[in-house]
């Protein structure tokens, strides 16, 4: 910022919150997070960021938060140590593990980890979980014809078009080569059959860079308790299989589903 002194620093309206996220968030009363570390009954990793306010795109450095207690009344001295390189290093670890890296869809290894926690919520909770498995009609065609860097271009693209239509809680993977797999807690078959018809579209709809009249067809199915959700995603894949079978830029569910519970849709 330019500034020489705390005085030149209060006299422009600032605070330390301008500067100080933790979880994102600005840190308003830093006496009070200083208290939170000494404080912390499970001696837990504390970690602040801190960013540019005239950049607020640039990469924020990352310390880790220690507090001593020093003489005369609640007097605490916040120690930051600058960890940012360790945890960049530790993210891009993290996201070379559950990421695919052309299209930042998480990757087969986390879609089982997903897989396995929703079902398990689906079966404690007796809420619906569905999936939607879809994929690129004719995607050796188009890189044939155009090449395979524009066929990466429509993988990158279609996964950012699918994932502008999700909600927080639903997840896409790349389930391999032009096949992708979204996730969807509490919805039913209906409602997934719903939510595919929206991505069929918007994907119908989209002007692929290098690759005009891209298209994907789509399957759907819920999870029904007590199966592996491995058989899930297999009913979908029939279903995926037969929107092929039946032209192709097409929605088709499950065989033999479910009766629509209450659970959300």
């Known amino acids: 910022m330019g500034l020489t002194s705390f005085h030149e ?13 933790v979880d994102d968030t600005p840190l308003a009363d ?16 504390h970690i602040v ?68 926690e929703e079902t398990a919520r689906a079966r404690r909770y007796a809420t619906p979980l569905s999936v939607v498995l879809f994929d690129i009609d004719h995607f050796k065609r188009v890189n044939d014809t155009y090449g395979h860097d524009v066929g990466d271009v429509v993988l990158t693209e279609m996964a950012r078009v699918v994932m502008g239509l999700l909600r927080e809680c639903d997840r ?4 391999g080569g032009e096949e992708f797999l979204v996730v969807a807690p509490g919805v039913g078959v209906e409602g997934a059959v719903d939510l595919a018809e929206r991505l069929r579209g918007a994907v119908a ?14 399957g759907a199915a819920q999870y ?33 589903a479910p009766p629509k519970n209450g659970g959300a849709n």
């Open 205 to 218: 709809g989209f002007a692929f860079p290098g690759a005009p009249g891209v298209t994907s067809s789509f």
């Open 49 to 116: 960021s801190l960013v540019h306010p005239r950049y607020p795109g640039r990469p924020a450095h990352v310390f880790q938060a220690a507090a001593a207690r020093l003489p005369g009344p609640d007097r605490i001295m916040l120690t930051l140590t600058d960890i940012t390189e360790l945890e960049y290093e530790k993210r891009d670890l993290i996201d070379l593990a559950t990421v695919d890296p052309l299209t930042r869809a998480f990757n087969r290894r986390k879609l089982a980890d997903i897989l396995a």
């Open 224 to 256: 029904r308790p007590g199966e592996p959700a491995e058989a899930m995603v297999k009913r979908a894949d029939a279903a995926l299989y037969r929107a092929k079978e039946g032209g192709r830029n097409r929605v088709e569910r499950e065989a033999d």
């Open 172 to 175: 896409l993977a790349r389930w």
């Open 30 to 45: 830093p006496a009070r997070f200083a208290r939170d570390v000494l404080d912390d009954p499970l001696d837990r990793e």
């Open 9 to 21: 620093f209060q006299a422009t309206g600032l605070t330390l919150g301008t500067f100080f996220r």
